[in-house]
């Protein structure tokens, strides 16, 4: 399909389209179209953003200030404090994300189209961007040049101003010079132009804190102004992304490290050429071009200055997430039996553990711990915006003092009057894949942004009559076993207790006196799967483990039991091991046993403390804070602290990083007033 541009834009000022159909379910807009539902459209700036909850605490958006520099439709009373509102945002320890949908930051600046907010229990009336991402163009005032959504503007000029004009019907009035515009008309610029002669890695990962090596000549002994970008895979690469301050690593005239983003203002880094910006703004682009083979989600905390791979924790009772089904997605049985052959693909490919279950009672897509797959009910979506996942995070401080955030609700909503195919017969042009589009949003539950990578499902755009239902293995399938082995199969300290492995439902282990420790597990519709290790660690340690037995699957479903006769004495751990079919193996969270059963009483382990980390173990009377406080040999008061402990045996961590080696005493006092201590030595 060609993307029709507006008639008139010719010449320097002229837009440019892209050339994919859709950008993750979002469709091209008419500019007529958008310029004649616009209340309002002005050049303008973003001075600020403030999250909010809607009036039932269900939904966040986000305020934004707009300083207004010319109006080119409609009228505006107040031109310092214009209140532009967009869906989605972060709040304390909660975030909202939404696939498809604007995400504004301060200091961007460019041409906004506004129409009055859609959205019950927003606060008092306000404006939003037409059709969400494409209501606004965006402005690089250091190149002059502008871009959206499927356009690019080349030149700043008065070209591009009389087609939105021309469009508007109403002729533009300046209202304040743009400082930014103006000061890159005039910058001084050095006399010697910086060069790349090479970058390494030529293919790596976004996210995940991977560092480029860029070597060439012209730098800067230091970075001061300069910046190094990638290609945006939100679009392709017709826009940059700039690498965050603190992904910089070493800045030199003929040497630059940086960590490679994946959500440096909601936009992760794609394929394709590389800038360096010297600190005198002269410019260089690389002959080569960077591969990203993969792009791990990245959650930026309130304040701005942490960025987290979130995790996901075990939602339902069978170690896992549950979905269900809208009484509108299930009006007709193929677009549930499509969505459930893609949530089948990830399952089957990574071991996420997710399942379908009971029909959700509403179509009401909101954060009410429900994850709801639904079609819209109405103009739910933004115009031209093709479906959406909304993803929900929560935040928690681990006892270490990580912040860590957490998946906690997942909801995906798609227009029912989009031309899908729902197979499983293949698309014919002009229909879109409705099976490729679920396994790309699924992509996103499983905490993967997009590529500038045609071949992955998670690149950024996809063809009518394409289909895309198989996962790359070395992008796809490898990004999210990344998300999974590296996060969320693992116990964070705090949000709640891992994923289990699929296809496994259950994994436990209880001991007994007279037998030993019985482990068992439970799986359902197995696949992705080999066979399994069971193994034990002792004294504490989760580092040094002992197999005890291998099993052998037994498909479809099995109940599997093994008995340990004769644990050591003291604290035990035990994980069981998935061995999958490429020979790699996936862990579940240790469970932590006590051969004193209800006689466990508080130790400290390892004693002496031999790091910066007291590790002890406290069996807690009842659910609570606990206080700890440690004393010198001289009695005083060297720290202290505060754990929330569940009832039955707690395996705490507290930090004793900076107390000098010497004689200590650890001594606590719960809720409920009983005290202890223990004496410790800290190498």
Same mark, same amino acid.
């Given at each position: !399909? ?43 700036? +973003? ?62 600046? $460019? ?32 190149? $002059? ?12 000029? &008065? ?33 010697? &132009? ?97 591969? +990203? ?58 071991? !996420? ?58 909801? !995906? ?9 729902? $197979? ?38 996809? $063809? ?39 296809? *496994? ?13 019985? +482990? ?72 932590? *046993? ?70 200590? +005493? ?18």
């Amino acid at each position: !399909m060609a993307v029709t541009l507006a008639a008139g834009l010719a010449g320097a000022g002229a837009a440019q389209a892209q050339g994919a159909d859709t950008h993750c379910l979002l469709l091209p807009i008419e500019p007529a179209r958008r310029a004649q539902q616009s209340a309002l459209v002005v050049e303008a700036e +973003v001075l600020d953003a403030r999250s909010f909850w809607d009036a039932a605490h269900q939904r966040l958006f986000t305020r934004h200030r707009l300083r207004v520099f010319s109006l080119l439709k409609g009228a505006v009373a107040d031109t310092t404090n214009l209140r532009v509102i967009t869906e989605g945002g972060r709040l304390g320890l909660d975030q909202q994300v939404l696939t498809n949908t604007l995400q504004l930051r301060p200091g961007q600046q $460019g041409v906004f189209f506004l129409m009055p907010v859609p959205w019950p229990g927003a606060g008092p009336a306000a404006l939003t961007p037409v059709a969400s991402q494409q209501g606004f163009i965006e402005f690089n005032p250091a190149e $002059g040049t502008a871009a959206e959504p499927f356009r690019t503007y080349p030149t700043l000029g &008065a070209a591009f101003y009389q087609e939105i004009t021309r469009l508007t019907g109403q002729a533009r009035r300046e209202l304040r010079a743009n400082p930014a515009l103006a000061a890159a008309g005039l910058a001084q610029r050095g006399t010697l &132009a910086p060069s790349i002669t090479g970058f390494s890695p030529l293919s790596l990962t976004a996210g995940t804190g991977a560092v480029l090596t860029i070597d060439g000549d012209g730098f800067g002994s230091s970075r001061g102004s300069g910046f190094v970008e990638f290609k945006n895979a939100d679009d392709g690469g017709a826009t940059r992304v700039k690498a965050r301050d603190a992904d910089y690593l070493t800045w030199t005239n003929a040497r630059i490290q940086v960590r490679v983003p994946s959500s440096s203002g909601g936009r992760p880094a794609g394929s394709g050429q590389v800038r360096v910006t010297a600190s005198d703004q002269l410019t260089v682009e690389s002959a080569g071009s960077l591969t +990203v083979v993969y792009a791990l989600t990245n959650v930026e905390s309130t304040t701005g200055n942490l960025l987290q791979r979130p995790n996901h924790i075990a939602l339902n009772t069978t170690g896992g997430l549950t979905f269900r089904f809208a009484p509108n997605f299930t009006l007709s049985p193929a677009p549930p039996a499509a969505w459930q052959r893609a949530l089948a693909t990830w399952r089957c490919q990574t071991g !996420m553990n997710w399942e379908v279950g009971s029909p959700n009672p509403t179509n009401n897509i909101v954060e009410d711990g429900q994850n709801v797959i639904a079609f819209d009910n109405g103009p739910e979506l933004p115009d031209r915006v093709l479906g959406r996942t909304i993803t929900h995070y929560r935040g928690c401080f681990a006892p270490n003092g990580e912040l860590v955030f957490w998946v906690k609700e997942i909801d !995906m909503q798609f227009d029912d009057a989009a031309n899908f195919q729902f $197979g499983p017969a293949p698309p014919i042009t002009p229909q879109l894949d409705f099976e490729s589009v679920a396994v790309h949003e699924l992509g996103h539950a499983q905490q993967l942004s997009h590529l500038n990578l045609p071949g992955a499902v998670m690149h950024f755009a996809i $063809g009518r009559g394409q289909n895309t239902r198989s996962l790359n293995l070395a992008s796809d399938v490898a990004g999210g076993r990344q998300v999974l082995r590296g996060r969320s199969f693992r116990n964070l300290g705090c949000g709640g207790p891992a994923l289990l492995p699929a296809p *496994l439902t259950a994994f436990t282990a209880r001991y007994e006196p007279a037998s030993g420790t019985t +482990v068992s597990w439970v799986t359902r519709d197995e696949c992705f799967l080999n066979g399994f290790v069971v193994e034990r660690s002792q004294s504490g340690d989760t580092t040094t483990w002992e197999p005890l037995a291998t099993v052998a699957p037994r498909a479809p479903t099995g109940q599997y039991q093994l008995v340990d006769p004769r644990p050591a004495s003291g604290l035990l751990y035990y994980r069981l091991r998935l061995r999958r079919p490429d020979g790699s193996l996936d862990n579940t969270a240790p469970i932590l *046993l006590s051969t004193e059963g209800a006689n466990a009483s508080a130790s400290i382990f390892p004693n002496p403390v031999t790091d910066d980390f007291l590790r002890l173990q406290y069996p807690a009377a009842a659910d609570g804070a606990v206080v700890f406080r440690i004393y010198d040999a001289l009695g005083r008061s060297v720290r202290a602290s505060s754990l929330t402990t569940t009832t039955g045996l707690n395996v705490l961590t507290l930090s004793v990083a900076g107390l000098v080696p010497g004689f200590y +005493v650890l001594h606590w006092l719960d809720a409920q007033g009983r005290t202890g201590q223990r004496n410790f030595v800290r190498l």
